[in-house]
């Protein structure tokens, strides 16, 4: 009888495995390990709140002067779009090394769907980007930063590097999956420097020549600081949060099925 029950309980088929479950596993599982990379908590945390200490100290009156309201609140919603689009660096080096060693092949060959690595990455990006702009956030209020508008609008500020993050991921993912080396991910910094130093919260739109002033209005990062500033200062909010969804939405729609392919390859290579 014992026996009969041991190869009925042997031959049982596994359960499959929620997409939702798994997301959520896989995402929990990359930010304990990010949390142990020195990298990743250094892109992620500790040089936004430098960098955004540095601008105000040095160009927050000047900024302030130029019109364009309150500095703190352009440098923070600024400085925590930059924390998401560098932390993306750090953690797809972080997947390269994955690739590399292995252990993409190795969770590849687990009973569970594997559209929730991609979709338990995604999650963990998210997350990691807005434990960023809280610690940023809190930085910022010392240098006069307030939530003007309430503690559920301060939320919703918060969503708007997560939201930004996510669709800036998926093409460094892509990229990351099918780069040969780390080069070619960190050749990625140049292209965040130009975001960086050309938007709407380094400077007033008006301040860059005219011939330039349509491109940096219409970056990815100019609404997505609009929509901070908004929700925490005050201003517009409707418009820019949707052209930041928009711009999100429109990345995940490109590079999302390269990022589709090329994780499936970087986890079957090995």
């Known amino acids: 009888m014992s026996e009969t029950m041991t190869t009925t309980q042997t031959w049982r088929p596994r359960r499959s495995v929620p997409l939702a479950a798994q997301s959520v596993v896989h995402a929990t599982a990359?930010?304990?390990?990010?949390?142990?990379?020195?990298?990743?908590?250094?892109?992620?945390?500790?040089?936004?709140?430098?960098?955004l200490l540095m601008f105000q100290l040095v160009l927050g009156k000047t900024v302030t002067s130029m019109g364009g309201g309150n500095s703190v609140y352009g440098n923070t919603g600024l400085v925590a779009l930059v924390g998401a689009l560098f932390g993306t660096l750090a953690t797809a080096i972080s997947l390269i090394h994955e690739r590399d060693s292995g252990l993409l092949s190795r969770m590849w060959t687990l009973p569970v769907p594997r559209s929730g690595f991609i979709a338990g990455r995604l999650a963990a990006e998210a997350v990691r980007a807005g434990i960023a702009t809280v610690v940023l956030f809190l930085v910022a209020v010392p240098l006069g930063f307030r939530f003007e508008h309430g503690i559920a609008a301060g939320i919703g500020a918060v969503l708007v590097p997560m939201i930004f993050g996510i669709g800036i991921a998926v093409p460094v993912i892509a990229l990351a999956t099918v780069a040969s080396g780390k080069q070619a991910v960190q050749q990625l910094g140049g292209l965040f420097l130009l975001l960086l130093f050309f938007n709407g919260g380094f400077a007033p739109v008006s301040e860059y020549p005219g011939w330039l002033q349509p491109v940096v209005r219409h970056q990815p990062m100019t609404p997505a600081i609009d929509a901070v500033r908004g929700l925490t200062e005050g201003g517009a909010i409707a418009a820019p949060l949707i052209t930041t969804v928009a711009w999100t939405v429109g990345l995940i729609a490109v590079f999302g099925p390269l990022a589709v392919r090329g994780y499936r390859r970087a986890a079957e290579s090995r």
């Open 30 to 51: 990359l930010l304990r390990s990010w949390s142990r990379d020195p990298g990743i908590v250094v892109q992620s945390l500790v040089f936004p709140a430098f960098m």
